[in-house]
C-alpha cells in the first residue's frame, strides 16, 4: 500500500532553506550539480572525505593547525579524521555572536520564561570555567552534572569544553545507583548537582541522593551545589554554585584541542554489563552537529529551536547544538503535561518556538486527550515539528496535520546516543509520506541488512552503517583492548555497524523504523540495558530470576512487562508487585519502572545460559514461535511454554483498544 503524501515543500520554501544555500555552494565552488536529494546523499556517502571538507569549509571552521588529510582509512572501528587539526567546540559556539542577541530561551516549573543574551551566556560560561579552573581542572579531567536541563547546565558545558574538560550529565530523576554505575566509569574529578527539582507540580528533594552519589564516587575532589527547589539549600561538603560562578569579570578563553579529544561521554546500555560509557570528539561532534542542525534541521537567523528533553539523553546534547547557528535554543524542565496535557503547545505559543521537538509519546497522549494545538493560542511562528524518540505512527502523521494544518514540515527521525545525531530523518527539499521518515542523512551509509549481509530496498533488515562519521565514538570508556567497542557495534557484520534498530529503505529512498532489534529498552529516547533492570530486580529478596521484556506496538509509547521467578514461598501480591516496582524507580528511573509484573515459573535461556529477550519480545508482539527461537537451542524448551501460552491469549499487553 502506497503511504499518502501529506506535505511538500513550494519552490519558495526550498529556495530559502540553508540546504539549497548549501547545493548552490557546492556548484559555485567546487562545480557539482546535483538533480535531487538523492543525488547528493549517494555523493556525500561515496564521496566521504570531500563531502566532509565541504562541510568544513562551508560552515568556516577555524583551527589552530590545518588537517594533514581528512580520512586516512575509512576501516571501521578505528577511523581516523582530520589528523593533525586543534580546534574548540566551544570556540564555534560563541563565534561571531552579537552580545544583545538571545541565545537561550528558558523556562521551568520552578522560574518563568525567559532569554538569556549571547553576552549573559558568554559571562557565565567563562565565570564557570575560571571557577573549574580555581579547583584544578584541566584539559581530559572529567567533570559529571547532575542537573536539570536550565540554563546552568548549558553554561557548565560549554565552560566544560572551553577548557577541555569531559563531560556528563544525568538528570536528576535517575536513581542513585543508575548515576554511580555511569559517572563511576569515568573517575570524575568535579561533580556539579541540583538540589531538588519539581515535576507535575510535586517538589523532588534530591540532597540526600546528592550525599549518596558522592559517596559513590571516590574520584570526587569537589562537588558544586545548584539551589534550584530552594534558594538556601546547602549540604555540607559542598561548594555553593555562587562561588563556582562568581567570577563575573572573567575572560572566556578556548583550548585548542585536537580533533580526537573527548568532548562528552555520553551513557547507551547494552544486555550486559554497565552501560557503556561513550566517548565522543570535540571535532567529530562539531562537524556532524554543524551539518545536522543547519542543513537537516534547516535552523536560520532568528529561529527558536526546541526539543523535549533531559540532561539524560542525547537530544539535549544535540539540542545545544544548535547554538552553532544564529538561532536560539529553547530548553524546558518539567512535565509535559503540567498543568494540562497542551503544555508544549503553551510553550511554543509563549517562547515563539520555530521548530517544535517532540516525541511520539507526546502526540499519542495529545491524541488521547482530544487537544488542539492551536486552541487559544498564536503558533503563527511555528513552521516545523520534529519528531524523535521511537517511531511515529501514521496516526500520529496525520494527527500533526489535521491540527496544525498543510503548511507545516513535520520530520521524524532516528538515530541514537552512540552517535548523537539522527542518521535517517528530515530534509526540509523533500516530502513527508504518511508514517515516513523523510531520508537518510547526508554522510550517513545507511544500509537495511538481511542476516547474510545482503543489502534489501522495500523490506526490512538490520539497520546498519556501512561507511564511518565522524560523531562514532572514538572510543567506550575502559575498554582499553577495543574489545567491548567491537562487541556493541560489529559483532554481526565484521567491519560494519550495526545499530540495533529494524529499517525499511523505500524505493523512493524514504524509511520507516520498526522497532529495537536489539533487548534495550527505550522510553523516551532514554535507553536503558536490561541488565540494569536485573540488577535492581536483584535486591529484592523474593525475586530468584527475571526477564523484561517493552513492546512497542505502534501508535503506543511501549508497555514494560516484568516476568518474576520468586523464591519458594513467595506470592506475588500487590505488596510485591508495588515493592519490585518502587525499587525500579528509584534505581533506575520513573520512565523505566514495568507497566506490568507478572510471575512465570522459568525464564528462557539459551544452553549456554544466555536469557532470550528478543525471541520472547517477538512472541508476545505476535511472531510464530517457530521463526523466533530454535528450542533445541534452549536449556529448558518447557520455559517458553508460558510465553507462548501469554501471546496466544488475546490480551491487550499494552495495545491501545
Known sequence: ??????????????????????????????????????????????????????????????????????????????????????????????AGKQDDAVAIVHASELRPLRETTWKRLREETAAIAEGLRALGVVAGDRVVAYLPNIEEAVAAFLACSSIGAVWSSCSPDFGVQAVVDRFSQIEPKVLLAVDGYRYGGRDHDRLEAVTRIREGLPSLEHCVLLPYLHEASTLRGTLPWSELAGRRDSELRFEALPFEHPLWVLHSSGTTGLPKAIVQSQGGILLEHLKMVHLQFDTRPGDRLFWFTTTGWMMWNLLVGGLLTDAAIVLYDGSPGHPGPDALWSLAAEAGITCLGISPAYIANCMQAGIDPTGGRDLSRLRSVGSSGSPLSPEGFRWIYDHLGAELWLFSMSGGTDVCTAFVGGVPTLPVYEGELQARALGAKVEAFDPEGRSLIDQVGELVLTEPMPSMPTAIWGDDDGSRYRESYFDLYPGIWRHGDWIEITSRGTAIISGRSDSTINRGGVRIGTSEIYRAVALVPEVREALVVDLTWPGTTGWIILFVVLEDGAELDGELRSRIVRRLRETCSPRHAPDDVRQVDAVPRTISGKLVEVPVKRILMGAEPATTVSRDSLAEPAALDSFVELARSGEPLGRQP
Open 1 to 94: 500500500m502506497t503511504a499518502r503524501k501529506l506535505w511538500e515543500p513550494s519552490p519558495a520554501q526550498i529556495d530559502g532553506t540553508r540546504l539549497t544555500a548549501y547545493t548552490r555552494w557546492l556548484e559555485r565552488e567546487h562545480g557539482l550539480t546535483f538533480d535531487s536529494y538523492a543525488e547528493l546523499w549517494e555523493w556525500s556517502v561515496r564521496e566521504l572525505e570531500t563531502f566532509w571538507a565541504s562541510i568544513w569549509m562551508f560552515f568556516e571552521v577555524q583551527s589552530s593547525e590545518p588537517y594533514e588529510t581528512v580520512c586516512p582509512d575509512r576501516t571501521m572501528p578505528g577511523t581516523r579524521w582530520f589528523p593533525g587539526t586543534r580546534l574548540s567546540y566551544a570556540e564555534h559556539v560563541f
